[in-house]
Nanobody, 115 residues
Framework: QVQLVESGGGLVQPGGSLRLSCAASRSMFDIYVMGWYRQTPAKQRELVATVTNGGITNYIDSVKGRFTISRDNAKNTVYLQMDSLKPEDTAVYYC?????????WGQGTQVTVSS
């Protein structure tokens, strides 16, 4: 089965930037939408951003203008560029992919925004 491997998390100061990567183990031809979720101990897992196989993107209001989701089909990889990071963005970020029949998850990567 396809696997999703995440990387790019870390510790940054407020206002800093990170780029998360989610690499699929095979072609994403049958994945019609990919997204990034985040999870904290105090909150349910929430959807942050999505990109469809047609390149249409969507974002939760709190990250609009700061985060950018993109897809590189040649590398079987989806990215989340995070700029102007805030402490409220601190969470474990999970990559998600949906085919017509299955819902796939990455292993999670920690993002911490703190002075």
């Amino acid at each position: 089965q396809v696997q999703l491997v995440e990387s790019g998390g870390g510790l940054v100061q407020p206002g800093g930037s990170l780029r998360l990567s989610c690499a699929a183990s095979r072609s994403m031809f049958d994945i019609y939408v990919m997204g990034w979720y985040r999870q904290t101990p105090a909150k349910q897992r929430e959807l942050v951003a999505t990109v469809t196989n047609g390149g249409i993107t969507n974002y939760i209001d709190s990250v609009k203008g700061r985060f950018t989701i993109s897809r590189d089909n040649a590398k079987n990889t989806v990215y989340l560029q995070m700029d102007s990071l805030k402490p409220e963005d601190t969470a474990v970020y999970y990559c998600n992919a949906r085919t017509i029949s299955i819902n796939l998850w990455g292993q999670g990567t920690q993002v911490t925004v703190s002075s």
